[in-house]
């Protein structure tokens, strides 16, 4: 029983450090563009299958990954940055609506470029060496990998932490993020700050994707499975809080492998309910602040 | 205006002519087209009641939607009702539903009514999926017993005309009374709205559970007209599709839901007979309206109006 | 219209520190004062857009301290705003409309047209505004002073006993300020409103004012009819002073 809970616990830990890689970039991109980008969770399915294509570029060897795991989120991150400035920039002003109705396009028009670009076959990538096989726990066997991905998390926190509150680049981004007309007025090249937050976001997300790849298969429609659930961790977080996406990550996914032991077809209501629960007690979320 | 008043009459007469007589010049599976077009059309009307006409952009109306579908079967297959009576009470059950989910969601403004909005539908949504012994779960229910009398194409194809026809003028007065007048100005500034003595919260209550009301009703269509409903019917992605439908026609203007569900089911099925990739087609359309058209179909062709009479 | 010891802080600071007057009915006055003075919080106090922190608002004998903003306009007590809060994508003419149907308790009605209900009504306020040629005009629209007109018309439109407003001419230009100076008197005196003014143009306020009040920094310095307040030492060196 102990070992079905630890199990449970590590994967759940694993796939909630993914979604904090795409959920975060979601908030900040929130946070500091104000733009709700439905179409984030494309990125990370990019990611996925750009993971996979380099990872096979030269025959399926396992040494790729390696490659790939810098590489793919990059790419990633170039494909975000250009679509940012061909598509987003006009809607920066408008309403919620349009900008979530442009986005969903975007989801749309991503989703069949990726089936175009690569078909409708589900792939697989290979867990690299040297993350092969497990580790005795507590008299359990963990996998290596999982244990990989749970350290990330962490890692990437405290990397987006400190370029935040430690680099000049994130003085500036907050700045704009607090108050965008004033830092404009102040000389800061206010789009320029937008394109690389986006960037950065995309990056992310791409990362969560490229992590992700080796633990299920890469397939379309794997955007799908977690735009939702994103929302939810945002919003349990609070909007445009890197904690609280973290936060709100860590909780989401062991609510969800946990819970799936306790009521299995119950367990998707869970978030449903936090969410709910957030939005009418404190919608700014746990970390997030009031507006 | 009055002039505009008599050739906005004239158009209705002769959209309704051009519906009532199409029947009888093409197939059935374009009879089959235009029901499901009228149906969005209702569904899209009653989505914009809220979205263009009281600036509240719901991510939940699909729950009503399927609220309305799932009423309508299980009271007929679980309950043995007739019918009409499971039609009428699709529309009644989900206003019930209605009240307690809009009084908490009108108490939240902007992104936070639209995701609390959207939290309550998925809840409806895995509810309806899980409970398998008595909604069916994933499987749904199929196979629903309708009238003899509607159990034609052709019959069921006027049915639908005439119920949309009702609830576009029912919704239609609404908008132009003045309770409509009220939830326009709320849209438009919701301070000074209070402080011309509007109690803001109950009257976009009501506007939610009204738009709910017409959002079931045309869920329930739905499920008579395919005899079936699925927990599909009240996912986010068909919250999407209405939002889109009302988007493409105009929010602004009353008939722009319509002309988005006219446009939007035509080019969904002809370009899927010759393409498996609507998606892309239907994204890009998307961008573009955002982009380019921001007042939808309807809205661009009514400035074109307005400025050639100018001129 | 009466208040009592009204105090409101926000954060550390003291907007309004123990403010106490009294409203006579028909009453035409004025509160003036350096900017900061607390004026505005004042109004946002009497009209339910902030709860006082301790003190009252009476009006008409009833305490209205607590009551929110869409229940004090319904006992007949309306406002205008310093930054004009309009309906801007509804016509002039609906701008109006809308709030004499709110003020009559007709909007609740779902079938009726709308456009013929309170139409003489809707036209004589856009007579008197001088708006009835752009009643079709959206209000976003408007000119800045159409727009303020438009702002003070919408609290006219539910025909209040007490009106308050908060810098009616502000950005007007000299002739739209004396337009919109007679308006205020001539329907003063025609429906017997009592109307407090908050105003830093001292020509419409010396003009218009039965009585003037003095604020700064969020007390009430003085309060008397106009000559007095001209010669009152305190006012002239805080206030006039720094004008002269």
Redesign the interface.
Known sequence: MFELILGQFTSGLSVGMVFFLIAVGLSMVFGTLRV?NVAHASFYMLGAYLCYTITHFLGPSSGMFWIALILAPIGVAIFGGILELL?LR??YK?E???Q???T??????I???V??TWGVQFYQVNIPWPLLGTVSFLGTRLSYYHIFMIAMGPIILILIWGLLHKTRLGSVIRAVTYNRDMSSALGVNVSLVYTIVFMFASWLAGLGGTLMAPMASVFLGMD?TVT?EC??II?IGG?GSTGGAFLGAIVFGLANSLGILVLP??A??FG??A??AV??VR?WGLLGKPE | MNIIGREKLVFCAIFLAIFITLPFFVGGGWTSLIIEMFIMAIAATAANLMAGYGGMVSFGVAGFYGAGAYITALLITKAGFPFGVALVAGPVGASIIALPIGWFCVRRTAIYFSMLSLAFAQLMYVIVYTWYSFAGGDDGIVGIPIPAFLNSTLSYYYFTLAIMVICLIAMWLIVNSPFGKTIQALRENQERANFIGINIRRYQHAIFIISSFFLAVAGSLYCGFNQNVFADYMFWTKTFDIIIVYLLGGIYIFIGPTIGAIIYILANKIIIRYTEYWPIILGMMIVFITLFMPNGVAGFIWNRISTTKKQ | MEVKNLKKFFGGISAVRNVTFKLEAREISSIIGPNGAGKTTLFNLITGKCPPDEGEVYFNGENISRLQPFQICHKKLGRSFQITNIFPKLSVYENIQVAILSSRGINKNFFNRADRLVKKETMEVLINLGLTEKKDVLGGLLAHGDQKLLDIGISLASNPDLILLDEPTAGMSPQETVKTTELVKKLAKERGMTVLLIEHDMNVVFSISEIIRVMHQGELIAEGKPDEIKSNNRVQQIYLGEQG
């Open positions: 709700l598509v006009p809607i408008r919620l609506l349009y979530l109705i442009l969903f396009g975007l989801i749309l028009i989703g069949d470029i089936k175009l799908t939702i929302f939810i919003v909007f077809k119950q998707i209501a449903f309910i969410m709910a939005l009418i919608p």
